[in-house]
């Protein structure tokens, strides 16, 4: 044991003393934030679910590693004064400076887990923006705080620490200066990358082509599990710009709460609470059916550049045979055209509205109400080529499905990554196959394609896979913009195809609703096999196909227009199973419900837009327009035509109700029925 300690000595000798007072600082903070992160675990264990001992060390884990992404961001200045003070005698001049400002950072950093501590005891929420609100009655704020809490015993507790950081750091910045510099450049070059390479690795947090992000807290569908992974500074970070320019205006959504609710047909309309709850049963005489349910994501499927469209170039000819086999509705539409955000809006049947960037990007919108969870036995999957961590759809998916399986990279059987995306398209279905075909239950899965999209990269292992060579000029012509491209969507579809042929070797096929959908369309200006209104209104970003085939369901074509928000309920009214939802999706065979598609504009200014049949309202920042986009008379405003002003007054009711309404609900739409802060 001693010639341990002496070889140990020994080696630390020639480590630079700079490197050895950044080490020491770095080890006793994390050492710190543990054992604050082992003190909140303590204080509100109460919370905890029965048998969480394996979440619970995971949240540690997990949690841990954002302490040390937030110590590494805090110690870079230090490291960076140390290392320049080493090799430069007169910046040790400011030294006091520095150990007293790193002092009052460890006294604030304490004094933060103590607002923390207070603020979840208070409202079960970790530190966030939202804390700054009690700012605007100050007097009040601080009289409840002096009576609520042991604020005499803070400020002393605060006060030692002070005591204690400023002799701690002190120790570590006088040890760093010791002696003079013993060993040359060479060493201590080698010394500077190992301590940037190990600073950038644990600010990055993770092993993945994805950085560590807020959505890896999510990691369980309890509450408390996740708020104790989550690091109250790296918290506030996170949720300060959404706090700051998202949220929702109750009195806007009160002033068009009559269109939307009889639109969505609430059984109990409350225009006070804003209810806007539906129960829908299983329909009497119809059997219940407990089929799994396959939701295929396909990269920008978009129905112009579909064999759908009547294109001249027959780019999916496995979609098109498919949709003659199966219910095709063929007008049909995201309501953005984002891919993350076409995530948020399938799984949760709430348009993503968000302003500031997509709402799976939202802390504050992590915990969403899902129909998926009315299917209790079911098993439920979602396969991604790549990272969960990309728009940060873990948390969103994780925290919310029960009997949830999360496959992306790094669990797959075999992984040849094919590009940027992750595994190719093939051998995600691949896995995704081989995954269902051992299932003894009832399950639901989304599998997220990806290789739709740059750099389109077909794989070596492509199965038979043949690519065409068309002109550019003919394939620009019917609505993509290169050769590349346009085989790239022949690939996909490819893709499409290989997974039913193996599907069907399986007896899960004969018990399958397959529903296939693009996540958003892709604009084209030419797109000649289009009509000429959804060209120049944009439309054609919007419209994707949506396929659902089975074996009990009748080919046909459905004309009626719906977006992603129905899909769910949709597929309920296939299995005839009962479910509870307030969110703002419709069955879209249900032939009481009147048709429509809430299409919101991310581009500056927003836009809130409604697709009713042939005619489109579109409202820009006040500027409005309604306008029949099937045929020639495209640019004629009807806006401008009293015969249409029945439609444009309803039409602009529930484009600006949707629009408030969506705000509202995803705010409130929460699993246990609280509202998350605004």
């Given at each position: 044991m001693g010639k341990d300690c002496c070889i140990f000595r020994r080696a630390a000798r020639y480590v630079p003393a700079w490197f050895k007072g950044a080490f020491y600082y770095v080890l006793a903070n994390l050492l710190a934030l543990s054992v604050l992160r082992l003190v909140f675990l303590f204080v509100f264990r109460t919370f905890a679910p029965q048998n969480s001992l394996r979440e619970i060390l995971v949240s540690l884990y997990i949690g841990m590693k954002f302490d040390l992404r937030l110590i590494c961001l805090m110690a870079l200045p230090l490291i960076i004064y140390l290392l320049l003070a080493y090799f430069w005698h007169p910046a040790r001049r400011v030294k006091k400076a520095a150990v007293w400002l790193y002092s009052l950072a460890s006294v604030l950093l304490l004094l933060i887990y103590f607002v923390d501590f207070g603020y979840y005891a208070y409202l079960s929420n970790r530190f966030n923006p939202f804390v700054l609100n009690f700012v605007q009655n100050p007097i009040i704020s601080l009289q409840m705080v002096w009576e609520s809490y042991h604020v005499v015993w803070g400020a002393l507790a605060l006060a030692v620490w002070g005591v204690i950081s400023y002799a701690f750091i002190k120790k570590c910045v006088n040890s760093s200066f010791s002696g003079e510099r013993r060993y040359g450049w060479k060493w201590n070059t080698l010394h500077i990358i190992v301590a940037v390479l190990i600073t950038a690795a644990c600010i990055y947090g993770q092993i993945a082509?994805?950085?560590?992000?807020?959505?890896?807290?999510?990691h369980s569908t309890n509450n408390f599990i996740c708020d104790l992974t989550v690091n109250p500074v790296l918290n506030f970070y996170s949720t300060y710009i959404f706090a700051k320019k998202d949220g929702y205006d109750e009195a806007e959504?009160?002033?068009?709460?009559?269109t939307v609710a009889q639109y969505l047909g609430v059984d109990k309309p409350d225009k006070e609470k804003l209810n806007y709850n539906r129960d829908v049963p299983s329909v009497k005489g119809k059997p219940v059916r407990d089929y799994n349910i396959v939701f295929i994501f396909m990269e920008s499927l978009a129905w112009n550049k579909s064999s759908l469209s009547q294109s001249a170039l027959d780019s999916t000819p496995f979609v098109k045979e498919l949709a003659s086999q199966s219910l095709l509705l063929s007008h049909f539409f995201t309501p953005t055209p984002a891919t993350a955000r076409a995530v948020f809006a399938t799984s949760t049947s709430i348009p993503d509205t968000s302003t500031v960037d997509s709402s799976s990007r939202n802390p504050f919108l992590v915990d969403q109400k899902m129909i998926a969870n009315e299917l209790e036995n079911y098993e439920k999957f979602y396969f991604i080529g790549?990272?969960?961590?990309w728009g940060n759809i873990r948390g969103l998916?994780?925290?919310?499905?029960?009997n949830f399986h999360m496959y992306e990279e790094g669990d797959f059987t075999t992984e040849n990554r094919n590009d940027v995306w992750g595994i190719s398209d093939l051998d995600l279905m691949r896995q995704a196959d081989a995954v269902f075909a051992k299932q003894t239950k009832p399950f639901m899965a989304y599998i997220q394609t990806a290789?739709?999209?740059?750099?389109?990269?077909i794989p070596a292992d492509n199965a038979g896979f043949k690519p065409e060579n068309p002109s550019e000029e003919l394939v620009r012509k019917y609505s993509f913009g290169s050769v590349k491209e346009y085989n790239s969507m022949r690939f996909e579809d490819h893709v499409l195809g290989q997974l039913f042929k193996m599907a069907k070797k399986h007896d899960y096929y004969k018990k399958t609703i397959f529903v296939i959908y693009g996540d958003h369309g892709l604009a084209a200006p030419e797109s000649v096999n289009m009509p000429r209104g959804y060209v120049v209104y944009n439309l054609i970003n919007n419209q994707v196909p949506l396929i659902i085939h089975a074996d009990f369901v009748k080919p046909q074509v459905v004309n009626k227009t719906a977006s992603q928000l129905d899909m769910w309920p949709t597929v309920m009214s296939l299995l005839n199973k009962p479910y509870s939802t307030g969110a703002l999706g419709r069955n879209i065979l249900d032939p009481k419900y009147e048709e429509g598609a809430f299409i919101y504009g991310l581009q500056q200014p927003n836009s809130v837009n409604f697709v009713h049949g042939n005619l489109y309202y579109m409202n820009k920042a006040g500027d409005e327009g309604m306008y029949d986009v099937s045929g020639d008379s495209y640019k004629v405003n009807l806006k401008n035509d009293p015969k249409y002003g029945k439609e444009l007054e309803h039409l602009r009711q529930l484009a600006s109700g949707y629009y408030e309404t969506a705000r509202y609900i995803k705010y409130h739409n929460r699993k246990n029925g609280a509202a998350a802060e605004k």
């Amino acid at each position: 044991m001693g010639k341990d300690c002496c070889i140990f000595r020994r080696a630390a000798r020639y480590v630079p003393a700079w490197f050895k007072g950044a080490f020491y600082y770095v080890l006793a903070n994390l050492l710190a934030l543990s054992v604050l992160r082992l003190v909140f675990l303590f204080v509100f264990r109460t919370f905890a679910p029965q048998n969480s001992l394996r979440e619970i060390l995971v949240s540690l884990y997990i949690g841990m590693k954002f302490d040390l992404r937030l110590i590494c961001l805090m110690a870079l200045p230090l490291i960076i004064y140390l290392l320049l003070a080493y090799f430069w005698h007169p910046a040790r001049r400011v030294k006091k400076a520095a150990v007293w400002l790193y002092s009052l950072a460890s006294v604030l950093l304490l004094l933060i887990y103590f607002v923390d501590f207070g603020y979840y005891a208070y409202l079960s929420n970790r530190f966030n923006p939202f804390v700054l609100n009690f700012v605007q009655n100050p007097i009040i704020s601080l009289q409840m705080v002096w009576e609520s809490y042991h604020v005499v015993w803070g400020a002393l507790a605060l006060a030692v620490w002070g005591v204690i950081s400023y002799a701690f750091i002190k120790k570590c910045v006088n040890s760093s200066f010791s002696g003079e510099r013993r060993y040359g450049w060479k060493w201590n070059t080698l010394h500077i990358i190992v301590a940037v390479l190990i600073t950038a690795a644990c600010i990055y947090g993770q092993i993945a082509y994805y950085p560590l992000r807020w959505s890896n807290a999510y990691h369980s569908t309890n509450n408390f599990i996740c708020d104790l992974t989550v690091n109250p500074v790296l918290n506030f970070y996170s949720t300060y710009i959404f706090a700051k320019k998202d949220g929702y205006d109750e009195a806007e959504t009160r002033r068009y709460y009559d269109t939307v609710a009889q639109y969505l047909g609430v059984d109990k309309p409350d225009k006070e609470k804003l209810n806007y709850n539906r129960d829908v049963p299983s329909v009497k005489g119809k059997p219940v059916r407990d089929y799994n349910i396959v939701f295929i994501f396909m990269e920008s499927l978009a129905w112009n550049k579909s064999s759908l469209s009547q294109s001249a170039l027959d780019s999916t000819p496995f979609v098109k045979e498919l949709a003659s086999q199966s219910l095709l509705l063929s007008h049909f539409f995201t309501p953005t055209p984002a891919t993350a955000r076409a995530v948020f809006a399938t799984s949760t049947s709430i348009p993503d509205t968000s302003t500031v960037d997509s709402s799976s990007r939202n802390p504050f919108l992590v915990d969403q109400k899902m129909i998926a969870n009315e299917l209790e036995n079911y098993e439920k999957f979602y396969f991604i080529g790549g990272s969960a961590n990309w728009g940060n759809i873990r948390g969103l998916l994780t925290h919310n499905l029960d009997n949830f399986h999360m496959y992306e990279e790094g669990d797959f059987t075999t992984e040849n990554r094919n590009d940027v995306w992750g595994i190719s398209d093939l051998d995600l279905m691949r896995q995704a196959d081989a995954v269902f075909a051992k299932q003894t239950k009832p399950f639901m899965a989304y599998i997220q394609t990806a290789g739709y999209h740059r750099p389109y990269t077909i794989p070596a292992d492509n199965a038979g896979f043949k690519p065409e060579n068309p002109s550019e000029e003919l394939v620009r012509k019917y609505s993509f913009g290169s050769v590349k491209e346009y085989n790239s969507m022949r690939f996909e579809d490819h893709v499409l195809g290989q997974l039913f042929k193996m599907a069907k070797k399986h007896d899960y096929y004969k018990k399958t609703i397959f529903v296939i959908y693009g996540d958003h369309g892709l604009a084209a200006p030419e797109s000649v096999n289009m009509p000429r209104g959804y060209v120049v209104y944009n439309l054609i970003n919007n419209q994707v196909p949506l396929i659902i085939h089975a074996d009990f369901v009748k080919p046909q074509v459905v004309n009626k227009t719906a977006s992603q928000l129905d899909m769910w309920p949709t597929v309920m009214s296939l299995l005839n199973k009962p479910y509870s939802t307030g969110a703002l999706g419709r069955n879209i065979l249900d032939p009481k419900y009147e048709e429509g598609a809430f299409i919101y504009g991310l581009q500056q200014p927003n836009s809130v837009n409604f697709v009713h049949g042939n005619l489109y309202y579109m409202n820009k920042a006040g500027d409005e327009g309604m306008y029949d986009v099937s045929g020639d008379s495209y640019k004629v405003n009807l806006k401008n035509d009293p015969k249409y002003g029945k439609e444009l007054e309803h039409l602009r009711q529930l484009a600006s109700g949707y629009y408030e309404t969506a705000r509202y609900i995803k705010y409130h739409n929460r699993k246990n029925g609280a509202a998350a802060e605004k």
